[in-house]
């Protein structure tokens, strides 16, 4: 099994920046992609960012250019750093990871962004 803890979420002012991190523990070998999701009221969750092992990267087109995935291998850590924030930005944040066929997601983190 695998534990992930996010943090980082919290109010910020448009144009404001936030960083979002994520830790996973427990049953963590063999992990593959690792990512952020979000999900605003009444709406789907959407990805948000994803990395794989060896680095490359996928962004929603809504996030290009101002938010910035990354990963730490040996620590198992996945980063969101997120520039640049709009209201629309404004959702509960999900970490997940992929590990083979399985996928593990955390609580969530609210980020709210304020106009």
């Known amino acids: 099994q695998v534990q992930l803890v996010e943090s980082g979420g919290g109010l910020v002012q448009a144009g404001g920046s936030l960083t979002l991190s994520c830790a996973a523990s427990g049953n963590i070998f063999g992990i593959t992609v690792m990512g952020w999701y979000r999900q605003a009221p009444g709406k789907q969750r959407e990805l948000v960012a994803a990395?794989?092992?060896?680095?490359?990267?996928n962004y929603a087109n809504s996030v290009k250019g101002r938010f910035t995935i990354s990963r730490d291998n040996a620590k198992n850590t996945v980063n969101l750093q997120m520039n640049s924030l709009k209201p629309e930005d404004t959702s509960v944040y999900y970490c997940?990871?992929?590990?083979?066929?399985?996928?593990?997601w955390g609580k969530g983190t609210l980020v709210t962004v304020s106009s």
């Open positions: 997940r990871i992929d590990q083979g066929l399985r996928n593990y």
């Open positions: 990395i794989a092992r060896a680095g490359s990267t």
